[in-house]
């Protein structure tokens, strides 16, 4: 048995879909069943989420692997980023230390370091600590800027592309990063799964084929949508305070945050570039081939 976190994600929904086409027993952990559409009535539901450690150790039992693929980029409503990403983790580990679980399997960031400005990156250093002093075989992948065709974050461009010029922050013009596909990591993390490294501990790190600023991931995103706009740079400073008042005000439904926004202005590079994915037999697509520019 396999226990998914984020199954409902950019790569965990990826990742679902390969194990149910190969009838791998999975259980994922959730919080609302629903979201994983036609997918719920082929896998075994543990109720719960990472703001709830009683509910992991129903969701470990007899698992022999835990792919641990859920974080957050924003506080939720009863668990702040750190919680999620950070703590939980721990919490995680020690569950299925507990349980007997073999193998260890969890999505992190390139960058992460514990005084990164991201709260999400500094979350992730936090976990990938936990997740290198545990007594399970553990495997760790270290992703670039992660994406997916009508993710959240290509939706909000979307949404922007309707004004005549788009706002950029003047640290997304200096943040760069390397791409990659949430089908692509998913297919890196099924290639973990078929493996058995001999080795307790050991990291991937996982880059698309192309080095973008965010600035210019932007440009291609547009003309992917057939909607090139002029971008125009505003003071980093302007955009965190003002996204910060306005998450205040719009809480949980907001369509994007300061965190999130600090993300993308973020370095997220690999020095070995595609070598990672490729080791494992996966070759990242270009951007523009996933996204039809």
Do not use: N
Request: with cysteine.
């Amino acid at each position: 048995m396999l226990l998914l976190t984020g199954a409902t994600g950019r790569v965990g929904s990826a990742l679902l879909r390969r194990l149910v086409a190969e009838r791998q027993p999975v259980r994922c952990l959730v919080r609302d069943p629903r979201r994983l559409g036609p997918d719920r009535v082929r896998v075994q539901i543990a109720l719960g989420d990472l703001g709830d450690p009683a509910s992991f150790r129903h969701a470990v039992r007899g698992a022999r692997t835990v792919v641990h693929l859920a974080a957050t980029e924003r506080d939720q409503p009863h668990a702040t980023i750190e919680e999620v990403g950070g703590v939980a983790t721990w919490r995680l580990l020690r569950a299925a230390e507990r349980a007997g679980v073999e193998h260890f399997v969890f999505l992190s960031a390139l960058g992460a370091t514990p005084h990164h400005r991201a709260r999400m990156l500094r979350a992730k250093a936090l976990a990938e600590d936990a997740v290198a002093g545990s007594a399970l075989r553990t495997t760790t992948l270290r992703c670039s800027f992660v994406y997916a065709p009508g993710d959240r974050r290509l939706a909000l461009l979307d949404l922007l592309s309707l004004l005549p010029a788009v706002p950029v922050t003047g640290g997304m013009a200096r943040a760069r990063s390397q791409p990659v596909w949430a089908g692509d990591v998913a297919d890196c993390v099924a290639a973990v799964l078929a493996r058995e490294d001999a080795s307790q501990h050991v990291v991937h790190e996982i880059a698309g084929p192309e080095t973008f600023s965010h600035r210019d991931l932007v440009e291609v995103a547009l003309r992917a949508r057939g909607r090139p706009r002029r971008l125009v740079a505003l003071p980093s400073g302007v955009i965190l305070r003002g996204l910060g008042g306005y998450g205040t005000l719009a809480g949980p439904v907001a369509f994007t945050t300061r965190d999130e926004a600090d993300l993308l202005g973020s370095t997220m590079l690999s020095a070995a570039g595609p070598a990672g994915a490729e080791a494992l037999g996966v070759h990242p697509r270009r951007v523009a081939e996933v996204l039809g520019a």
